[in-house]
């Protein structure tokens, strides 16, 4: 007997629903006729989608000034946290170069959206990502736009270096003490008296952590915003440009890629040019500076002794979020946080906390015996302050645990021979009191 089959037709009619579509454009720089690129771009996207008819426009999101062979770009990444909200559908955009120059960040944006039933539009290639060889087409296009990418990356550098060679400053912006408009370097006079000073202070001896609280206190604004800090200082101090002259190519980018800025320690050439620009620092006191910061360096122990402490950056302030620096003064070692040592009490009112208290504290936590650095490295990930007198330790696994401590009392603190020097010490102060009385009495 035949079966029979009968056709359920759908009492409610299914209503057409509009498809959420959105635009993604781009420019590598910030250059006027750029920028009015990507002005069209948005006009132009905004018009078409608003006047189809089955659309509902979800926006453009335009990324300026922003390197394709990076994934990085705040709109981008904000696209794709919409597409994973679910709140767009198609994705339109100019070509394959436009949403990335990197294969693989292009070919891994498009499978995500695929899983995420978002299609990618491609007017340019005239391809749609989540039809059946679109991902083909699109890793072979995508390789001619990483090859493309290449060329003009090594021809940027080619021609960068030619200008180095013959001793022209390059991709110089910012200098402070100098105003930089279009290529032209001019001498800043208010900065400029303010990195004389830095050079003058340092020479006479003074340590670049206090000339930059100095700086603080004067309350000089710091090169594009933030605390003065003595990292800030040396860097100052040790740029030979304030002198007029320039050591060139002493950075380069790594790769066309992830476009990383790495220092030339003898991987390319470096170019000394003379004269390039006005001089703010005498020759002269520049490399007297650098004579003393090299002493300096040497008497720390910076170049011979590079250890690293256990409690080395790892524990942090509550009160600031920098981390805690070890300070040996008179015998004693102590840990307080960088921004204390640093910029002083006005920035960070922290307390520091002896050695041998945090030593004895790990231990305790560890469930040791006597302090074992390597189970300590292996087991603690950091050390949290959040207040005065009290030590979180933070495990790998999450786990945390809380100590409170106390200074020692100074009869515990005290060994015999401070004891000894102490009392030879006021023995010798009585002495010279009783003399002096007699003195005055005769």
């Not at 981008?76 to 767009?88: E, M, P, T, V």
């Not at 693989?104 to 060889?133: C, P, Q, W």
């Not at 800025?261 to 470096?270: D, S, Y």
């Amino acid at each position: 007997m035949p079966r029979k089959i009968r056709k359920i037709e759908p009492l409610v009619p299914k209503l057409p629903v509009k498809k959420r579509v959105a635009a993604y454009a781009r420019v590598s720089s910030g250059k006027d006729a750029m920028l009015k690129s990507l002005s069209a771009q948005i006009s132009h996207y905004s018009k078409y989608i608003q006047q189809h008819s089955g659309w509902d426009y979800a926006g453009v999101y335009a990324d300026e000034a922003m390197t394709g062979t990076k994934d990085n770009r705040r709109e981008f990444q904000r696209l794709l946290n919409d597409c994973r909200q679910g709140k767009i559908d198609l994705i339109m955009t100019k070509s394959i170069s436009r949403l990335a120059r990197n294969t693989v960040t292009m070919l891994e944006a498009v499978r995500e959206l695929k899983n995420l039933n978002v299609d990618v539009y491609f007017e340019k290639e005239n391809i749609h990502s989540i039809s059946g060889d679109g991902e083909l087409m699109l890793s072979i296009l995508a390789s001619f736009a990483q090859e493309e990418s290449l060329s003009v990356s090594e021809n940027c550098k080619w021609r960068i270096r030619k200008r180095f060679a013959e001793g022209e400053l390059v991709n110089v912006r910012f200098l402070y003490g100098y105003c930089i408009k279009k290529g032209h370097i001019d001498i800043e006079p208010k900065e400029a008296e303010i990195v004389r000073m830095i050079f003058d202070d340092y020479i006479s001896g003074m340590g670049c952590p206090t000339i930059a609280k100095k700086l603080s206190k004067m309350g000089v604004a710091r090169p594009r915003g933030g605390i003065w800090n003595s990292e800030r200082v040396a860097e100052i101090i040790k740029n030979e440009k304030y002198t007029g002259n320039a050591l060139l190519q002493k950075k380069y980018v790594e790769d066309h890629l992830t476009k990383t800025v790495v220092r030339n320690k003898g991987e390319l050439p470096k170019y000394f040019a003379e004269g390039t620009h006005p001089q703010i620092i005498e020759e002269a006191d520049f490399q007297l500076a650098q004579e003393i910061m090299a002493k300096n360096r040497q008497l720390n122990g910076r170049k011979k002794d590079a250890r690293q402490y256990p409690f080395t950056s790892k524990i942090a302030c509550g009160k600031c979020g920098k981390k805690y620096k070890r300070k040996a003064t008179k015998g004693r070692v102590y840990w307080n946080c960088s921004t204390y040592l640093e910029l002083g009490k006005e920035k960070c009112h922290s307390k520091q906390i002896p050695e041998d208290i945090l030593l004895s504290l790990a231990t305790e936590v560890l469930g040791l015996t006597a302090f074992d650095e390597i189970v300590f490295t292996e087991q603690i990930k950091e050390v949290h302050v959040p207040g005065p007198n009290f030590v979180c330790f933070v495990f790998h696994d999450g786990c945390t645990i809380q100590k409170q401590w106390q200074h020692k009392s100074r009869s515990e603190s005290w060994s015999v021979e401070a004891r000894q020097q102490a009392r030879e010490r006021q023995l010798k102060y009585l002495e010279r009191r009783n003399s002096q009385c007699v003195q005055s009495e005769q």
